[in-house]
Each structure stands twice: as structure tokens, then as C-alpha cells.
């Protein structure tokens, strides 16, 4: 989810459009976003308010004091509280009180008092869209640094076909996604390596040793580090599961543990972040069969392992000056003890600790419960269960805030 955590207020004005703000609502929870609603008087006209509050999950706000209660609805506040506004549909009444100042509804004053970025998508008739005082109009907002967005030809509900229709809600969307993510690029110029997903090591042609991993954990990263702006090298170990990830990582494939450091050597003097999250098995059979092991008469039969190397710990030996190693720790009991001494060990600059065992945590969850331990000093931050794309969010705040320490 794209917009996990942030807050949008969403302001609809009366025109025939305001239907499709229904949609946009709806778009936008579904990628995460809290969502207020701010009606005018007119828009109300066009859709319910109910309507809206239902999918919002909040009371739409539409007057200036609530009718039963006498309560005040703050504009100062929800202009503190929202990440974003946008008004859709914005007619040309509506566009020229936020280009003149008039606030005699709700929507207006919550513009007057925004901190945040304000996005309008108009909807019109073509005259009206055409005449030069809504141009003028516009013109006002974008100098006062209004996202105004295109109104793109087409059927109107007057009957004509023109400009002034309002983009449709999955194009706002996109605008919204792309706003968000212009204003994020803290990985700009970064190269950032991704261990992620686990290791098979063979035991003879159709046998190995693996674990539960499912690399979901190091998409997660990959897909955040990647709409920061960062260069993702994604090394994956054999998972049924099939990433979903922006174009721009490259993905390299790869099955042993022994293949994994290889393709981390070949990628790890160029990166400026490395982080660990694959789980390496410790242990290969020293004489993998070439042939299927045949069951024969035995009741038991061992198999002689040997220590893999610890890919972690071998890049911690070769980090230069300025590359972070992060690492995580997946640990049934004394979790931060032991993380910390991983981090120690592995000489790493973070280390996130994760549990084993748990449904909604670890190994092949959609969520993580995550705890994220730093260097120097050891500060451990426990963060709630979360979606494991918001664990990476954090994750490279993290990484973000000691690379500027680092810098001081
Ligand atoms: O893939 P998912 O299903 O999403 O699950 C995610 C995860 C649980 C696998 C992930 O969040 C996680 O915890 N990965 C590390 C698992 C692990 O092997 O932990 P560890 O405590 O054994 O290893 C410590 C660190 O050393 C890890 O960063 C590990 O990648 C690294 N290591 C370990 C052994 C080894 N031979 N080479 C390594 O690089």
C-alpha cells in the first residue's frame, strides 16, 4: 500500500463529477491512506455525505459547527493533521472562491489554513472551463502553488463533448502516488543490496535442506529503498513467491548459499547500503550425492554438513568507510541480547529483530513485528505489527537518520 500512513483530505464541490469522488475515496483507502472529507453545501447535493462517511470510516465535515452538539470543526486542525488536499471535483464556483479567498463553506477555509500541498482536478462545462475568469482563475492558483491537474476532453454532463471533465479517479490516483513519491527520494543516487528469501542446499539431485522464508520481507524493502529513488540490487533466493516490484530492481536469482555470497561479492563494493534479510542456511551437506539417494534397508542415515559462510559477517569484514550493513535477527527468546550480539559479531550498523514462530510475524506473513536496534549504543525502537511494507518504511528511515548522523 502506497500511501500506508498518510492523510488526505478530500474536498468535493457541487457538480455532477462529485459521484466519482466516491471512487477516488474508495481508490485511496485501498492504498492505505486516512481520508477526511469536506463537503460544500452543493456538493452534498450531488452525493451524500453519508455515502462518504460510510467508506471513509469518518463523519464527513460539512458545516461550520456540528448541528447537534454546537461542537466548532477545526479547518486550523485538519490543516495540521492532512499530508495532502485535494479538491474533487473543484467546479468554477468553487475554484474561484479558493483564487479570491471567500470562505463561506468549509472547504474553503480548510484551503485557507493548509499547510499541506493542495491539488485540484477540475469539472466544468466547456464554456465555463474556457471563459478567461476560470483561466484566470487557475492561473491564480497555480502562482499560489496549486497542483492543478489536466481536464482532459470529453462527454460533458451538459450534453457536449469538450474540455472541463474531471480526471478520471484512478488518473488522480496516480497523481497522488506520484506527488508522494517526488516528495521522498532521500535514496536518490544510492546503491542499496537486498538479501532476501532463503537458500537450498542439495543433498543429492531431487532433496535439500531449506526453510520457510518467502522473501517477502526483502520485496518489501526493495520496493521502498526503489520509490525512494534508490538503485536496488535484489538478491533472491529460490521462492514460489513471485515479487511484485518496481521495473528498476534488478532481481538476481540465485539458490545455495554459496551462490547467494557470490552474487553479494559481485554487488557489495558498489552498494552504499547493504541489508541482510534472506535466511542463509548455516549448514551444506559436505557430499551432496550426485545421484538420488536410493531408501535401501537402513532406518537411519546421517548426512555430514559443513558451516556455509556467513555472508553477513564476510561483507562486515570488507565495509569501507560511509557503506551501512544492516542485518536482521530472527530469534525465539532473548531477542534483544542476541540480536545485539549478531550485530556485534556480523559488524553491522543496524541489526532488526524479528520473531520465529509467530503466524503474523517472521518467516512467509504479510505482517512483521519488528524491533530495530542501532549503532552506537544500542538503542533499541520495538515498533507494533505492521504490514511488512510499512517495516521497511521504517527500516530505511532508520538507515536514512545514521547516514546523516554519520555525516555530523
Ligand atoms: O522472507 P520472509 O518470509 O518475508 O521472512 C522474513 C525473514 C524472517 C526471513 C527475515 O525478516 C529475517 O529475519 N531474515 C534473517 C533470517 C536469519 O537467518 O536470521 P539469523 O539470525 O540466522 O541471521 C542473522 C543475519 O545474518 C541475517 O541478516 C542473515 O541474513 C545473515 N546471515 C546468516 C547466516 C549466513 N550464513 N549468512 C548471512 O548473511
Redesign the pocket.
Known amino acids: 500500500m502506497t500511501l500506508q500512513g498518510r492523510h488526505i483530505v478530500l474536498g468535493i464541490s457541487g457538480g455532477i463529477a462529485a459521484y466519482k469522488s466516491a471512487t477516488l475515496l474508495r481508490l485511496l483507502i485501498k492504498e492505505g491512506a486516512e481520508v477526511q472529507v469536506v463537503m460544500t453545501p452543493s456538493g452534498k447535493e450531488f452525493i451524500t455525505p453519508a455515502t462518504m462517511a460510510a467508506l471513509s470510516g469518518k463523519p464527513v465535515v460539512s458545516e461550520f459547527f456540528a448541528a447537534n452538539t454546537g461542537e466548532w470543526h477545526s479547518h486550523v486542525d485538519l490543516g495540521l493533521w492532512a499530508d495532502l488536499m485535494i479538491v474533487a471535483p473543484a467546479t468554477a464556483c468553487t475554484i474561484a472562491k479558493m483564487a479570491t479567498g471567500v470562505a463561506d463553506n468549509m472547504l474553503i477555509t480548510t484551503y485557507l489554513s493548509a499547510k499541506e500541498p493542495v491539488m485540484v482536478a477540475p469539472a466544468m462545462d466547456l464554456d465555463m472551463f474556457a471563459h478567461p475568469t476560470t483561466r484566470r482563475n487557475l492561473e491564480t492558483l497555480r502562482g499560489d502553488g496549486v497542483i492543478v491537474l489536466d481536464s482532459p476532453s470529453g462527454e460533458l454532463a451538459s450534453g457536449l463533448s469538450g474540455k472541463g471533465r474531471m480526471l478520471e479517479p484512478e488518473q488522480i490516483l496516480e497523481a497522488v502516488k506520484r506527488h508522494f513519491s517526488a516528495l521522498q527520494q532521500d535514496y536518490s543516487g544510492k546503491r542499496v543490496l537486498v ?4 537458500t537450498r542446499e542439495s543433498i543429492d539431485p531431487v532433496r535439500y535442506i531449506g ?10 524493502l526493495s520496493a521502498e529503498f526503489a520509490s525512494r529513488g534508490a538503485e536496488v540490487d535484489l538478491i533472491l533466493g529460490p ?1 514460489p513467491v513471485t515479487p511484485e516490484l518496481p521495473a528498476t530492481v534488478r532481481v538476481h536469482r540465485v539458490e545455495s ?1 554459496l551462490d ?1 555470497l557470490k552474487s553479494v561479492e559481485e554487488n557489495y563494493g558498489e552498494c552504499d547500503v547493504a541489508v ?7 549448514y551444506r551437506p559436505l557430499h551432496p550425492a550426485e545421484t538420488k539417494i536410493k531408501r535401501e534397508k537402513r532406518e537411519t542415515m546421517s548426512i555430514e554438513l559443513v558451516s ?8 562486515g569484514r570488507r565495509k569501507r568507510t560511509g557503506q551501512i550493513n ?6 525465539t527468546d532473548n531477542g534483544v541480547e ?2 545485539i550480539g ?1 550485530m556485534q559479531r ?1 559488524n ?1 550498523d543496524m ?2 529483530l ?1 520473531p ?1 514462530g509467530n503466524k503474523d510475524a ?4 504479510d505482517t ?1 513485528r ?1 524491533t530495530i536496534i542501532t549503532t552506537p549504543g544500542n538503542k533499541a525502537r520495538e515498533l507494533p505489527l505492521l504490514s ?1 511494507r510499512d517495516c521497511a518504511k521504517a527500516i530505511a528511515d532508520s538507515i536514512a537518520a545514521l547516514s546523516e548522523a554519520a555525516k555530523r
Not at 538479501?195 to 532463503?198: D, K, L, V
Open positions: 538479501t532476501a528469501g532463503p526453510n520457510h522464508s518467502s522473501g517477502k520481507m526483502g520485496f518489501a521462492t548459499a547467494m541482510f534479510a534472506a535466511a542463509v542456511a548455516d556455509n559462510p556467513d555472508i553477513a559477517a564476510e561483507m544492516v542485518g536482521f535477527a530472527l530469534e542476541n540480536a549478531k556480523k553491522l541489526v532488526v524479528n520465529a517472521g518467516f512467509n506473513a512483521n519488528i511488512k
